[in-house]
């Protein structure tokens, strides 16, 4: 049998007794989600007011450890927001990953500010640190208290790291880095929510964080994100720039700045309310189904299961693995494993190989390229250990 045959077959044992075709990831629904939405809809607060709203947001709160929690309507308006009020303006330069879902850039977009690529840390997956310590230094230089772009001008002022599958990289090492050219950190945890690094939540460990609660992720609120930070001025701006801006009086509407219609509706905080009880019941699930990965690649040659590394401990959101592009043709690979039921998923495209990106700055993107052509993601919905037989 060819490598290629033999690493779906592996695939194919650990999901066996799932129903077939498998998708990526789907959600997990209880009793629990129809109870608070059903009390949701009797309340007749669904939408832009209701006490599920302040529940979600203060349960989440205490999850992660974090003093302010402000939800809103999906991850890229709390990534929008993050970067706002972090500090990024018109015609700034925040460093972003390539390796990343497309909110990530777009978010800074509507900042009219723009993405400068960085490369990706083959092990976590997260920002590369060393090239770019050395990239950075070579690039920027100091302006009063900023670092500019010495080719574009432009003041580099943010960093977002983005903890890709749930992942975090070496967070301690791009502090420092983000220290040394005071950058602001503004993570992106859409996938990370309920991973920790040295025990700290990630999407706290920056000046702001933003998570998700789409379909696709750990839990899902329908659609759904927060911002997370612990300095109360930026939680209260936070909050006044996604309710619109609008000043409080008892009856007057009146609004003090451009601001946005990003409050999560209440019908959504009760199902996030719901989902959030499970949280921890999806992460062990999903520990158990990503050891059973790692057992069934633990022999083939040229396979390398994207593991935590140093001090991180993952929430398993999305088992991905690196494929030896010596040994495996990407495109051959996920063939096979369509062929055989397994919706399993390439890597995003790169992002600074999308039209509306490909001339923003950039480091050598060299990891992220080769990662890009040897990632494969595999179906990781928490209840696919249901189906397995024990291993
Ligand atoms: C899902 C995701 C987002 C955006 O979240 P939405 O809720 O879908 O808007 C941002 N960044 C990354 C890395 C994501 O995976």
Redesign the pocket.
Known sequence: MNHTATFVEAVVGVLTGNRFPVPLHEPSFSQREHQLLHDCLDSGFVSSVGEYVDQFEHELATYLGAKHVVAVV???AA?HIALQLAGVEAGDEVLIPSL??V??ANAVSYCNAIPHFVDSDPASLGIELDQLQSYLSEILQREGDHWVNKTTGRRVVAIVP?HTFGHAGDMDGLLALAERFNLKVVE?A??ALGSRYKGRALGSLGTIGAI?F?GN?IITSG?G?AIVTDDPDLAARAKHLTTTAKLAHRWEIAHDEVGYNYRLPNLNAALGCAQLESLDQFIADKSQLAARYRAAFKDLPGVRFVEDVGESEGNHWLNAVVLDESIYVLDEVLSALHDAGILARPAWTLLHSLPMYESCPRMKLEQAERLSRQLICLPSSAFLIGGAADA
Do not use: I, R, V
Request: hydrophobic share 30%.
């Open positions: 999906n991850g890229t990534l990343s879902f909110a990530t983005m992106d859409a996938e998700s789409n992720k659609g994100g």
